[in-house]
């Protein structure tokens, strides 16, 4: 059985703080996760470089040839029962 004149309507906040987007994001204002990690400049920087093919790997990368048994496991669904 609820009770309206026990429940009291305050605004709601959450207890949870996201780490992207939500009110900070929505009121361009840098959130105090976020203020902490930008005087920091650890780690590397992203760069627009493409990035490399298979053929490009060196062979100690490359993948594995698959064999014919191998090959049959995976087309049939896995190992049979």
């Given at each position: 059985m609820?009770?309206p004149?026990l429940v009291l309507l305050?605004?709601r906040i959450?207890?949870i ?12 204002k840098p959130g105090?996760?976020?203020q902490?990690?930008s005087?920091e ?12 093919e ?9 993948r ?5 048994l191998?090959a049959e496991?995976?087309n049939n ?5």
């Amino acid at each position: 059985m609820v009770r309206p004149n026990l429940v009291l309507l305050t605004k709601r906040i959450p207890l949870i703080q996201f780490r992207k987007g939500g009110l900070a994001a929505a009121s361009n204002k840098p959130g105090p996760s976020q203020q902490a990690s930008s005087g920091e400049t650890g780690g590397k920087k992203i760069t627009g470089e493409a990035a490399i093919e298979d053929w490009q790997l060196p062979a100690r990368f490359a993948r594995k040839p698959i064999d014919a048994l191998e090959a049959e496991y995976i087309n049939n669904g896995g190992v049979p029962n």
